[in-house]
């Protein structure tokens, strides 16, 4: 169970618990949360203490988060195709799972250094979902890492550029 003040994810987004209270829908115990970061969504939410639908679950550590960053050359991409790239993405960024969006900003990545090394357009749908992606990354890493967003945004860049170049970050 959590405390007060611990920071969650629920549902890719980083949040403080401010409190516990009763459903008056269900009667269910159920956590208040509030965004973490000033100048996101400020909708507060409630959120089943049971977590049934396993959208809560505690920040990653600052390890996993560098064995993703290890791990990310050997990622599998999503299938390339062009006529079901939103769907592939919208699938993952509403799955809890940190490495989703890592699969994301690879993907959208490698199509996109593609698509310039061919001298074609960008893809619209990957800079969308890389910047969605890469925002909710930036915000748990921040929290993980102890550091400021700009701070995580220099190591993020980073150890993505050396990740996908098969240096060590």
Do not use: W
Request: positive net charge; aromatic residues 8%.
């Amino acid at each position: 169970m959590y405390k007060v003040n611990d920071i969650v994810v629920y549902r890719r987004n980083v949040c403080r618990v401010t409190g516990t209270t009763t459903s008056s829908f269900n009667g269910e115990e159920c956590y208040l949360l509030e965004p973490y970061f000033p100048g996101d969504a400020q909708t507060k939410m409630v959120v089943p203490v049971a977590n049934k639908g396993g959208h809560l679950r505690p920040v990653a550590s600052r390890k996993q988060i560098e064995k993703l960053f290890a791990e990310l050359k050997d990622l599998d991409t999503l299938e390339n195709k062009s006529a079901n790239m939103k769907s592939q993405y919208a699938a993952l960024l509403k799955g809890d799972d940190l490495a989703d969006l890592f699969c994301i900003l690879k993907t959208s990545y490698l199509r996109n250094k593609k698509r310039a090394e061919n001298h074609r357009k960008l893809a619209s749908i990957d800079d969308e979902y890389f910047a969605k992606a890469e925002g909710y990354l930036l915000n748990e890493c921040a929290v993980a890492m102890n550091m400021n967003r700009e701070e995580t945004k220099a190591y993020v860049e980073e150890a993505f550029r050396k990740s996908m170049s098969g240096k060590k970050a």
